[in-house]
């Protein structure tokens, strides 16, 4: 979250961020996990508890002259928690203007206004030009309603701008000022997406997917422009990092980073000619078209250890009508390049789709088997969730199948985390079945795997119990050995 002081005398110093900088507004960050990394508190579902600084906390390390405070929320199960830390600031700041932005904002920016009413405005899509207009409108007294990416309250009711244009030129947006975060504590703890292997930093080179899948809420938030920065940018970027803060590994959380080979093939390239040593990894999923065996060397080539591929389902019926343009075979031979070339290959399943049936779920365990006779290292299984923004919420909400936004209904959407509590939106699909596959598939998974490569099970053991690990599934289990021995 930050704060934004609007009103400072011109011989003032200003510490400034990203494009608010560029307009020369100060701004005030608060981390609130990077300010208590070890505190874990309570929440009001005692299912979860909340990571860092208090609610009561964070309203408390804002500075009591900021007339601006923004708040981020990106995921919508995480949305009755920030709720309740956006009441809490208000109650502090009743003068101020409380701005949310992220993508569960941007999926029901209406809803948020109505069910938190201590938010002012919404900032909708990308922020960064957006949040200046907004800045500079409140400075200057004027109308909220002209300006594109904004929905607010004015006197007449709920108000907006209208959808703002996707920003094209990436390498134009001024760059995070990290110096006002407390990066040590994120360096230092190992803390990151992907796997941890040493001090972290998170990039982003590129922004938007061109597809259209239906679950997933990129067109409401991104529409399907993909968008790269320039690979001179990026590593630039990179180099930055890594002379300023020691940095060993890179997290790329780009929803679609690899969608053209020539962009990636002159990426690894370019890393690779600089001699600088560091490792880099794609934890959030990829497309695999533009993997084949030239980028696969590459890749791991250039420093690339990790990457995800998203299948999502091994049914080519329930492919098509999620609109996931794969085709498995192609999918398959691109698996077998990277883990060919010495990747780290995990990869993503969703079970319970709407309208999927046993048969589509058998056909995705047995897509299962054959990544792992492929040698596919790692694998996650999760239920579909319906996320605000995706199509298949839009059409489950006017199906009456999601009759109202509870803290029940957000809370639920993270079941992802818990293998034994499934949700099932399937039609033929009951819970108890779907959390029957998911755990079947797991153990079909990692059996098969084991049993076609036995030593691959001596080295996660081993791997457990060292102080680096080479896959989601060994960090999880060196977590949870963790928590026995402190239990």
């Given amino acids: 979250m930050g704060a934004y002081d609007t009103d400072l005398p011109a011989d003032r110093p200003r510490i400034c961020s990203g494009e608010l900088a560029a307009a020369g507004w100060r701004t005030i960050c608060v981390d609130a996990i990077g300010a208590a990394p070890e505190q874990m508190l309570p929440t009001h579902d005692e299912r979860f508890l909340s990571h860092g600084l208090s609610g009561d906390e964070i309203a408390e390390r804002i500075n009591p002259d900021t007339s601006i405070i923004g708040i981020s929320c990106m995921f919508s199960h995480e949305w009755p928690l920030t709720r309740g830390i956006i009441a809490l600031v208000r109650n502090r700041f009743p003068e101020a203007v409380i701005v949310a932005g992220g993508e569960h904002v941007t999926a029901l920016p209406e809803f948020c206004l109505e069910d938190c009413p201590e938010v002012d405005l919404c900032v909708i899509g990308e922020g960064e030009r957006t949040f200046v207009d907004v800045v500079e409108a409140l400075s200057s007294d004027k109308s909220l309603a002209s300006i594109p990416g904004v929905v607010g309250r004015e006197k007449s009711g709920i108000v907006g701008g209208g959808q703002r244009a996707r920003i094209r030129a990436l390498d134009e947006i001024a760059e995070p000022r990290w110096e006002l975060f407390p990066l040590t504590a994120y360096l230092e703890k190992g803390y990151g997406f992907g796997v941890n292997r040493g001090r972290s930093m998170p990039v982003i080179a590129t922004r938007g997917c061109p597809y259209q899948c239906t679950f997933c809420s990129n067109p409401t938030m991104w529409t399907t422009r993909w ?41 690894c390239r370019k890393v690779i000619d600089s001699g600088l040593d560091f490792t880099w990894q794609l934890p959030s999923g990829t497309r695999s078209e533009a993997i084949d065996d030239e980028v696969a060397e590459l890749l791991f080539a250039s420093g690339c250890r990790n990457l995800s591929y998203a299948p999502e389902s091994g049914s080519p019926a329930v492919l098509e009508r999620i609109k996931k343009k794969i085709h498995l075979g192609e999918m398959l031979t691109s698996m077998r390049a990277s883990i060919r070339h010495g990747l780290n290959v995990k990869a993503n399943i969703i079970l319970g789709f709407p309208g999927e049936t046993h048969k589509e779920a058998w056909e995705s365990l047995w897509f299962c088997v054959r990544m792992a006779v492929a040698g596919v290292h790692d694998m996650s299984i999760s239920p579909f969730s319906p996320y605000p923004g995706s199509e298949l919420f839009n059409d489950l909400q006017r199906d009456g199948r999601i009759p109202e936004l509870t803290d029940d209904y957000f809370i639920s959407l993270a079941v992802y985390t818990d293998l034994f509590s499934t949700v099932s939106y399937s039609e033929h699909i009951g ?57």
């Fill in 227 to 267: 968008v790269a920065r320039g690979v001179d940018e990026v590593f630039a970027e990179m180099r930055r990092f890594k002379e300023t803060y020691a940095i060993d590994n890179f997290d790329f959380y780009d929803l679609t980073a690899i969608v053209k080979k020539k962009w990636i093939v002159e990426f």
């Fill in 431 to 487: 819970n108890r079945s779907l959390g029957f596959y998911r755990l079947f598939g797991m153990a079909l998974f990692y059996g098969v795997s084991y049993l076609v490569r036995p030593w691959r099970l001596v080295r996660t053991i081993r791997n457990v119990f060292s102080e680096q690990q080479e896959s989601r599934l060994e960090m999880s289990l060196r977590d949870l050995v963790f928590r026995l021995r402190a239990g």
